[in-house]
């Protein structure tokens, strides 16, 4: 048996997906005060900056540590997540993620890649 290949996450892949997703906060919040007719519409960017970027701070001592193994046969992630290599039907990246969707239609994300497309290769030859 080969040694497990760790998938783990990636600081910088999360800074910029949160970065990402601010922007898109402010952007967002910007649009409602305006299509509400507030005239303040400038403090939707602090308040989706504040939103994501609290969400961020939060969530990153649980998200940088979440780590998915994989053997000849198996991969293990986080909690009780256990996906057989066989039950796997399609590898996917979203950004800086990657989706396995198993034959019974469950999917799983392995967050935070710093190459996404190198992880999604070792599975599809893990899988192959």
Known sequence: ????????PD??????TNAWL???AMAGAMAVLWLI????????????????????WYLASEELTAKWEMTDTLLTGPGPRKVALTQ???????GSFVQLVTKSGDKHLIKYQADPAATKAAIERAIA
């Open 11 to 16: 600081k910088g892949a999360y800074i910029r």
């Open 1 to 8: 048996m080969a040694d497990p290949v760790i998938f783990t």
């Open 37 to 56: 007719g507030n005239p303040y519409v400038w403090t939707g960017a602090p308040a989706g900056l504040a939103a994501i970027g609290l969400r961020a």
């Open 22 to 24: 601010a922007a898109v």
């Open 88 to 94: 796997i039907e399609a590898v996917n990246t979203m």
